[in-house]
C-alpha cells in the first residue's frame, strides 16, 4: 500500500495518480482559509480476463487447419468486472452478458493469424493469438 498526502488551495481540483496496486491518498483542502481533511482509497485492477476457446478445438496448439474459407471461431471470455469487448482480428466479436462468444473470419488461402483480444470494463486487457491454415487443395478423409 503506498500513502500520498497533497494538499490543493483551489476550490475545484482534480489529481490523476497512475500507480500499481491500491493506494491510500490522504487530501487536506484548503479553501477561504479552511482546511478539510479526507482520504480516498482507490485500487488499481491488475487481473486480466480469461479466454477459452473451443472452436478451433486448439488443445493447447497454437495452429489449427481447415478446408472452409469461412471460419466461426467460438469460446467464452470472462473477468470479475465484466466484459467491455471481444475482437477477433479487430472486429468486433458477438458476445452475451454471461461470456460466451463468437466471430467469423474470411479466411485466406495459407496461413492467417488470429488474434482474440478482450477488455474488461476496468480496461485490463488480454490477448490469445493462433494460426488458422486454410488449405483447400489437400485431399481430404
Known amino acids: 500500500m503506498t500513502a500520498v498526502h497533497l494538499e490543493t488551495i483551489m476550490k475545484p481540483w482534480l489529481v490523476l495518480l497512475v500507480l500499481i496496486g491500491a493506494v491510500d491518498v490522504s487530501v487536506a483542502q484548503t479553501y477561504e482559509g479552511i482546511s478539510r481533511p479526507f482520504v480516498l482509497?482507490?485500487?488499481?485492477?491488475?487481473?486480466?480476463?480469461e479466454i477459452r476457446i473451443v472452436n478451433p478445438p486448439l488443445g493447447g496448439r497454437s495452429r489449427w487447419t481447415t478446408g472452409d474459407g469461412k471460419f466461426v471461431i467460438k469460446g467464452s471470455v470472462s473477468h470479475r468486472s465484466g466484459i467491455k469487448s471481444v475482437q477477433a482480428n479487430g472486429t468486433e466479436a458477438r458476445v452475451?452478458?454471461?461470456?460466451p462468444f463468437e466471430a467469423t473470419l474470411n479466411l485466406t488461402e495459407g496461413a492467417n493469424p488470429v488474434t482474440i483480444t478482450v477488455t474488461s470494463v476496468t480496461g485490463t486487457r488480454a490477448t490469445l493469438k493462433f494460426e488458422i491454415v486454410l488449405d483447400t487443395t489437400s485431399p481430404r478423409e
Open 96 to 99: 452475451e452478458s454471461d461470456g
Open 41 to 49: 482509497k482507490a485500487a488499481i485492477d491488475t487481473v486480466l480476463p
